[in-house]
């Protein structure tokens, strides 16, 4: 109820208000990952906001995060950080 949403079980009506508006960040650490081979990689951004920050697991494979006005989707919400697909946001190899 600290960030203003609602448990999805509440036996009352409980208004709230949200907290805030938007959850801003910075990607702290760009890796590439091979997949099946050397020519399939994606280009995955790490960003320092996950569980406990309030960033719902639930987003995992489903949500979405800017990146410099791109859309990159959500790969996987941690515990401690979040993961997302630079692969198609950013075409340019010499983006960093």
């Known amino acids: 109820m600290i960030y203003g949403i609602v448990p999805y079980d509440a036996k009352r009506d409980i208004h709230t208000k949200h907290a805030f508006s938007k959850l801003v960040s910075k ?3 760009i890796k590439k990952s091979v997949e099946d081979s050397h020519e399939n990689y994606e280009r ?9 920050d309030g960033l719902p697991s639930a987003y995992s494979k489903q949500g979405e995060v800017l990146v410099k006005g791109n859309r990159a989707p959500i ?4 515990t401690e950080h979040t993961r997302v697909n630079l692969s198609n946001s950013f075409r340019d190899p010499s983006w960093r």
Request: net charge positive; charged share 5%.
């Open 75 to 78: 790969i996987k919400v941690h």
């Open 27 to 29: 990607i702290i650490h």
């Open 44 to 52: 995955i951004g790490v960003i320092p906001i996950g569980m406990p």
